[in-house]
């Protein structure tokens, strides 16, 4: 199984630009998310998805979009990159629905380095 | 506010010796607590959670941790070190609907 797969692994852009990372899982999970990792500050939570059809904030959204293209898919996109958002950014999924789930434990792709010039 | 707290960045520890990593929680209810290991260029992966019951939770590659909601802590040990846990390990928990990652502890073992 694959698990978690993200698209592209590497992505250098320029001020202004934008792009969509992709993410997609096979375990047949209702619940989706999208991380970003920077240096001593662990993993943020960019926006998440608790099941097919909704999208919620999550701590950093300002600068992105989330689309929920299905069960198995959840896109983040970038509308017009700043240096800010350069960073490694891992898109995450999980079986039961939302966080609200106190137990719930997240399969993590093998993340997207993002660099923003 | 809720938080977990990660104690040292950096920890260093010979090969064959105790591997002990500080996590931290606050909060007034007991949260569900988790430890991931991201080994080099990939993603995070689950090494031990609690949820309720016995407090020393056994995870993987001989991983452990104690929840002690006195000290309201859950730190990760391991009796004897390997080359191959050299890795950064993240304390998580969830509550209120949330789920927040320490800053990481960034494992190097030596000869």
């Known amino acids: 199984n694959a698990g978690v797969t993200q698209t592209p692994k590497f992505q250098v852009l320029k001020t202004g630009q934008s792009m969509t990372l992709q993410c997609a899982q096979d375990m047949n999970h209702n619940s989706m998310y999208w991380y970003r990792q920077d240096p001593g500050m662990g993993l943020r939570l960019i926006y998440y998805s608790a099941s097919e059809g909704t999208t919620d904030k999550g701590e950093v959204p300002n600068g992105y979009n989330v689309s929920r293209l299905n069960k198995r898919e959840f896109s983040l996109r970038l509308e017009s990159a700043a240096p800010s958002q350069t960073s490694v950014y891992f898109c995450?999924?999980?079986?039961?629905?939302?966080?609200?789930?106190?137990?719930?434990?997240?399969?993590f792709g093998a993340g997207s380095r993002l660099t923003v010039l | 506010a809720q938080s977990v707290t990660q104690l040292g960045s950096h920890v260093s520890v010979s090969e064959g010796a105790l591997v002990l990593l500080r996590c931290n929680y606050s909060?007034?209810?007991?949260?569900?607590l988790f430890w991931y290991v991201q080994y080099p260029n990939q993603g995070l992966q689950l090494l031990l959670k609690y949820t309720t019951g016995a407090t020393l939770v056994k995870g993987i590659n001989g991983f452990e941790a104690e929840f002690k909601k006195s000290e309201t802590s859950f730190h990760l040990t391991k009796p004897s070190a390997h080359m191959s846990d050299a890795a950064e390990y993240f304390c998580?928990?969830?509550?209120?609907?949330?789920?927040?990652f320490g800053t990481g502890t960034r494992l190097q073992v030596t000869l």
């Open positions: 995450a999924s999980s079986e039961r629905p939302g966080l609200s789930s106190g137990a719930n434990v997240l399969t």
């Open positions: 909060s007034s209810v007991p949260p569900y």
């Open positions: 998580a928990y969830t509550h209120a609907s949330k789920l927040t």
